[in-house]
C-alpha cells in the first residue's frame, strides 16, 4: 500500500496527538506499506529539505514550504498551509493508494482533503475540538472513510454529522496510547489549588448523573468538614453548581491544562450511568489516576474488576466509605492507579494495534467482489444523440425481427390501423414482409467519460465506486 501521512508540523519539538499518531505508525510501520510524510518544517513555517531520512526504509518524509504567515500561528500548526504540497497531490492523483489526513482542525489538512476526496481517509481526532467549529465541520463532506481512535470519538462525530453513516469508517484505538506527559505542579501553581481534590472532566450537562454526584459530594464535606477535599469541575456548566469554595469550576486555558489537573487528582470522578472505557478510563488510566464509579454503569465496572484500576459507589454511603478509605491510604490509591496503567498497556498493544490499523487501511483498499457493479454517477450522464433523420429520396432501413422485446412491444402500440399505410409514414421499427440484411450490433450505452478514465478494472472498488456526495 502506498500511503502519504498528512500533518503540519511533523518531527516538532512538542509535537500534538495528532503528530505523535503519524510518528507512532510511521516508526512501526510493516513491510507491506510504502510511506511518504507530507508535511511542512517543524517549527510550521520557512523551508526545509525536500526528502529528509526516515527510520526506515519503506518510509519519507518530504518537507514543502510554509505559506507565510504569522510565528505565532505558525507554532500552533492549525493555520499552516503549505501549496507545495497541494500541488504534489495534484501532479498525480493516483501516486497514493491513500491519503490520511492526521486531525481535522489543521488548514492544511482541510485544504489536502479537497485535492483527492475519494482517496482521502480522515483520523478526526476530535477530543479538544468545540462542537461548532465551522472550519473544522467543512471538512467531514469530503473524505470517503474515518478512522477513529475511539468508540467515543466514533459516536459523537457520527452524531454531529449524520451523513457520515453513509461512508466507510473503522476504529482503532491507537490515540489512546499516546505519550501524554503530564504535569499537576503546573495545574496547581496557576490555578491556586494546594488541597487533595476529585476531577471530574465529562461535560456538565444534565442527564449525566453530575448533580447526584455534586449532592453526595456536598453531604460528604458537610459530615466530614475536615477532610480538606474539594471537587472541580471543568466548565463551562449547563446544570446548577452551589456556591461553595470546595466546589469549583475551572476553565483550561488551554488543552494540556485538563491533563495536568487530571494527572494530579485523588481519583477521577465518573458518575454517568453509560459511560464507556474509551472516553472515562483511557485517559485516566495512562496517567495513573484511579476511577471513582458510578455502579450503574455496567460496562465500565467490568472494567473496573478486571483492571483493578478503580472502586464503584450504588449509593451514598458506599461513595463516604471510599472517599474516606482514599484519604486514609495514599498507597491504595497508588496501587490501583498502577493497576489501571497495566491493564491500558496489556488491552492495547501496539503490535495488536498495528494488525489492526494494517487490517483497516487494506479494507478500505480491498478489491471488487466477482460481479461487482459500479454506482452511476448522478446527473453527469451526457445526453444520447438523436439519430439523423433519413434522406428523403431513401426509405428508412427495416429492423430485424430480432430487435429487444422491449422495442417490438413499443412499436406494435404504434403501428397504423389497417388500411391507413398509405396515409402514415412507415414506422422505424415496425417489421416488414422483404428480407433486411443483418443489423449491425447495438452500441453499448454511453457512459460518463471522467468515470470511464478514472476507473481504470484494475483499481479496488474502494476507488472504482466512490461515495458520491
Not at 519503506?58 to 499552516?80: K, L, T
Not at 465500565?300 to 486514609?328: K, T, W
Not at 489492526?356 to 478489491?367: E, G, T, V
Not at 451526457?382 to 413499443?410: F, G, L, M, R, W
Amino acid at each position: 500500500m502506498r500511503l502519504a501521512f498528512i500533518t503540519p508540523r511533523f518531527g516538532a519539538s512538542a509535537p500534538s496527538p495528532p503528530e505523535q499518531l503519524a510518528e507512532e505508525l510511521a516508526r512501526r510501520a510493516p513491510a507491506g506499506w510504502t510511506v511518504s510524510i507530507l508535511t511542512t518544517s517543524p517549527g510550521g513555517a520557512g523551508s526545509g529539505p525536500e526528502e529528509e531520512s526516515a527510520p526506515q526504509e519503506h518510509v519519507a518524509v518530504r518537507r514543502f514550504p510554509a505559506d507565510p504567515m504569522p510565528e505565532r500561528a505558525a507554532r500552533s500548526g492549525e493555520r499552516v498551509t503549505a501549496a507545495g504540497l497541494l500541488e504534489h497531490l495534484r501532479e498525480d492523483p493516483e501516486r497514493y493508494d491513500l491519503v490520511l489526513l492526521f486531525g481535522s482542525t489543521p488548514a492544511l489538512c482541510r485544504a489536502a482533503a479537497e485535492v483527492v476526496p475519494e482517496r482521502t481517509v480522515l483520523l478526526p481526532f476530535t477530543a479538544a475540538q468545540p462542537e461548532t467549529d465551522p472550519d473544522a465541520a467543512a471538512v467531514f463532506d469530503m473524505p470517503a472513510a474515518f478512522l477513529f481512535g475511539s468508540e467515543a470519538e466514533e459516536v459523537r462525530v457520527l452524531g454531529r454529522y449524520p451523513a457520515l453513516h453513509r461512508r466507510m469508517r473503522e476504529t482503532v484505538g491507537g490515540s489512546l496510547m499516546l505519550r501524554k506527559t503530564a504535569n499537576p505542579e503546573a495545574f496547581r501553581r496557576h490555578s491556586g489549588i494546594r488541597r487533595r481534590y476529585l476531577f471530574h472532566c465529562r461535560p456538565l450537562e444534565s442527564g449525566r448523573g453530575i448533580e447526584e454526584a455534586i449532592r453526595f459530594f456536598c453531604t460528604y464535606r458537610d459530615r466530614h468538614p475536615r477532610s480538606q477535599l474539594d471537587l472541580l469541575l471543568v466548565g463551562p456548566s449547563a446544570v446548577r453548581v452551589p456556591e461553595r469554595p470546595d466546589v469549583r469550576i475551572v476553565l483550561p486555558r488551554r488543552s494540556r491544562d485538563a491533563l495536568d489537573a487530571l494527572a494530579g487528582a485523588l481519583m477521577v470522578l465518573v458518575p454517568e450511568r453509560l459511560a464507556g472505557f474509551a472516553d472515562s478510563a483511557a485517559e485516566s488510566f495512562a496517567q495513573a489516576t484511579p476511577l471513582l464509579v458510578n455502579a450503574a454503569a455496567t460496562r465500565l465496572v467490568q472494567d473496573m474488576n478486571a483492571s483493578n484500576g478503580g472502586l464503584y459507589y450504588r449509593n451514598y454511603e458506599e461513595f463516604e466509605a471510599i472517599v474516606d478509605l482514599a484519604l486514609r491510604d495514599p498507597a491504595l490509591i497508588a496501587r490501583l492507579g498502577a493497576s489501571g496503567r497495566r491493564y491500558l498497556e496489556a488491552r492495547n498493544s501496539w503490535d495488536a494495534l498495528m494488525k489492526d490499523y494494517d487490517r483497516a487501511f487494506r479494507s478500505f483498499c480491498r478489491p471488487a467482489l466477482p460481479g461487482a457493479r459500479r454506482r452511476p454517477a448522478p446527473s453527469r450522464t451526457p445526453a444520447k444523440p438523436e439519430p439523423a433523420p433519413p434522406p428523403a429520396n431513401e426509405a428508412p432501413e427495416p429492423e430485424t425481427s430480432e430487435a429487444p422485446a422491449a422495442a417490438v412491444v413499443e412499436n406494435a402500440a404504434s403501428d397504423p390501423a389497417p388500411g391507413a399505410e398509405a396515409e402514415q409514414p412507415p414506422q422505424p421499427g415496425a417489421p416488414t414482409g422483404d428480407p433486411a440484411p443483418e443489423p449491425d450490433p447495438e452500441p453499448a450505452p454511453a457512459t460518463d467519460p471522467e468515470d470511464t478514465e478514472a476507473a481504470p478494472e484494475d483499481l479496488p472498488s474502494f476507488f472504482r465506486s466512490p461515495i458520491r456526495r
